[in-house]
């Protein structure tokens, strides 16, 4: 069955900053409510889903709700905002002229210019123009300094102001990563045919800042094998060796080997290739040598846990116009669910 795109979409342009997930919290915990036997909030803000079976077998399933974004720092004397990046924030190549969302606690969000604080002209001849840096971009909210200062108070989060969209046969979004992962749980829950593992459905804070809420809520839930599912970079695009694309769009749902957190699980690793084989479900593996994901914080809590991470290829990750093949997420639906039925038969010793 095709993946819910109103869902996607909602997802999608809810904002979320690390450690500002609440509006996001709200809806998964709508949304996963009628799937699992029970949801609970964790003191850190991570929505618990709790599918009951076997104590002996329990998967976790973990997917971020945080979006890279940023907070004010700092508002000056004229009413301009200044930033703090959360998760990175943006490369400063993509920042430029953007439009961004201001979100107070009220509840109100004020649409505002992002611009750098530099006058741009032409190079002169032999001059090496020098490259933006995040700390020159400012908020421009087009009103009088009074204005800014009782709307907008400093620790305000900002996120990208850019939706949801179909692009031919992909989707185009800010924040693909990883509510793209939320999606693909849900969805994978949805077309489960049945289960015997206790399945725990984790939609994790602050992963952008240290994976903060997969540590927590792994420690608690002791689970016997993780699951991770995230967006990985597709550089399949102008500009890269086809050996550096790490990932490509259309070619299936990316199964882990390792990353710059983990090296997962070559046992589980096998289980996930066995099924999309046998299924028939389009696959490619992945070794992306930098980055991490939620199931490297997972991995090494307690005595070790199974841990892979199940990766949606996405193009042009941490920009406004993230981009992931719609083929490609039905699969990582399709392998998901396929493997959550027979998770109780997998033997991860090593």
């Known amino acids: 069955m095709p993946v819910d795109e109103a869902l996607f979409k909602r997802l999608a342009e809810t904002p979320g900053v690390p450690g500002r997930e609440e509006q996001v919290r709200r ?34 399933i973990a997917a971020h709700m ?4 940023f907070l004010v720092r700092y508002i000056d004397e004229r009413g301009f905002l200044r930033l703090q990046p959360l998760g990175g924030g943006m490369g400063p190549l993509q920042m430029n002229a953007q439009r961004v ?42 009103l009088p300094a009074e204005a800014v200062r009782e709307a907008v108070r400093v620790g305000d989060f900002v996120t990208m102001d850019r939706g949801f969209e179909r692009a031919g046969d992909c989707y185009l979004s800010k924040a693909i990563d990883d509510r793209v992962g939320l999606l693909v749980m849900l969805e994978a829950l949805r077309a489960l045919r049945g289960h015997e593992a206790t399945i725990y459905a984790v939609a994790t804070v602050q992963e952008e800042v240290g994976l903060r809420g997969a540590g927590v809520s792994g420690y608690a839930l002791e689970p016997t094998v993780m699951i991770a599912v995230d967006d990985s970079p597709a550089r399949d695009y102008p500009g890269n060796p ?21 090296i997962c699980n070559p046992r589980l690793v096998r289980h996930f290739r066995d099924i ?3 299924e ?3 696959h490619q593996l992945e070794i992306l040598p930098f980055g991490g994901t939620d199931a490297g914080a997972v991995q090494r809590q307690r005595g070790g846990v ?8 996405c193009r042009y990750t941490h920009t406004v116009n993230e981009m992931a093949s719609v083929s490609d997420v039905q699969a990582c639906v399709d392998l998901l669910a396929r493997y959550l039925e027979e998770a109780h038969t997998g033997d991860y010793a090593l």
């Open 280 to 282: 028939e479900i389009p």
């Open 101 to 142: 969302l201001v979100h107070s606690d009220s509840g109100a969000s004020l649409r505002g210019a992002l611009q750098l604080g530099r006058t741009q002209g032409p190079p002169q001849p032999g001059e090496t123009p020098s490259l933006p840096r995040q700390d020159e971009f400012f908020v421009d909210l087009g």
């Open 306 to 313: 199974a841990a892979i991470t199940l990766s949606i290829p």
């Open 242 to 262: 086809p050996e550096s694309s790490i990932t490509r769009l259309g070619g299936g749902a990316a199964i882990k080997i390792m990353d710059g957190s983990l």
């Open 276 to 278: 999309a084989e046998r």
């Open 66 to 69: 945080d979006e890279i974004g």
């Open 27 to 60: 809806l998964v915990r709508e949304e996963l409510t009628p799937l699992v036997d029970e949801v609970r909030v964790d003191a850190l803000g991570n929505v618990i889903g709790t599918k009951r079976g076997r104590a002996d077998v329990r998967v976790m």
